[in-house]
């Protein structure tokens, strides 16, 4: 009979079960849930920088910022920015208590201020040695442009005011799931039923889908619950 794991010090980390099953998060995102849960012990933050999570995990650098928009993103994390150090980051057991979270900062907080890692926001600051994620390393053009492409049955001619739209919701943030998801759900709508949506329309009605859906609000970087 082999000998039941226990926890000595400080070798092990807590993962929720939710975490391990989620299919929101890939198998290196859990890990880098783990690593971060291990470095916060019994504390309820922690600060790893991007070099020193790279290093410790043995994952590229791009592995890292994915897997840190994929916790982000589904609602296990924030990373709260500070000033010439690296980033104060907060995990959390499931979703609800980070939205009850998010809505500590919409009231005012002032101790939660300037929450990074949603890949809608930009800054100046050096994110790779900060260890933000900017909204350029999560997804090109053409990842949007393959998920449009996914949403119609029709060729798409990319050189003019399509493949603008692609490239500006690229830059601005948006991600697959969301081209994929708004359009699903503007084709639902009485209006765009029978007639064709373009990824330029699509780019003008995002923003308040977006607002709409509880998301990220661009404008303030203010996630709602």
């Known amino acids: 009979m082999t000998e039941t794991i226990k926890r000595h010090g400080f070798d092990f980390a807590q993962v929720p079960f939710s975490v391990i099953i989620s299919k929101s998060l890939s198998s290196n995102a859990v890990r880098v849930y783990a690593y971060l849960s291990f470095r916060q012990g019994g504390k309820s933050t922690s600060w790893p920088g991007l070099e020193k999570i790279t290093s410790e995990t043995n994952l590229s650098t791009g592995t890292v910022k994915r897997a840190l928009a994929e916790l982000h993103n589904a609602d296990y994390m ?36 300037r929450i990074t890692g949603d890949p809608t926001e930009r800054d100046t600051v050096n994110d790779s040695k900060e260890g933000i994620i900017p909204s350029s390393a999560l997804f090109s053009t053409r990842d949007i442009q393959k998920a449009y492409e996914g949403c119609v049955s029709y060729k798409i001619d990319w050189v003019r005011g399509e493949g603008h739209a692609a490239k500006w919701l690229a830059e601005n943030g948006y991600t697959p799931k969301d081209i994929i998801a708004c359009y699903t759900d503007l084709k639902a709508q009485k209006f765009w039923s029978d007639k064709p949506l373009s990824l330029s329309s699509l780019k003008k009605q995002i923003g308040e889908w977006k607002t709409k859906k509880g998301r990220v609000i661009k404008l303030t970087n203010v996630v709602t619950a």
Not at 83 to 112: E, V, Y
């Open 78 to 113: 924030r990373r709260q920015r500070r000033k010439r150090s690296s980033s104060i980051t907060h995990l959390f057991a499931n979703p609800l208590l980070c939205k009850q979270f998010d809505s500590r900062r919409i009231t005012g907080d002032p101790s939660l201020s």
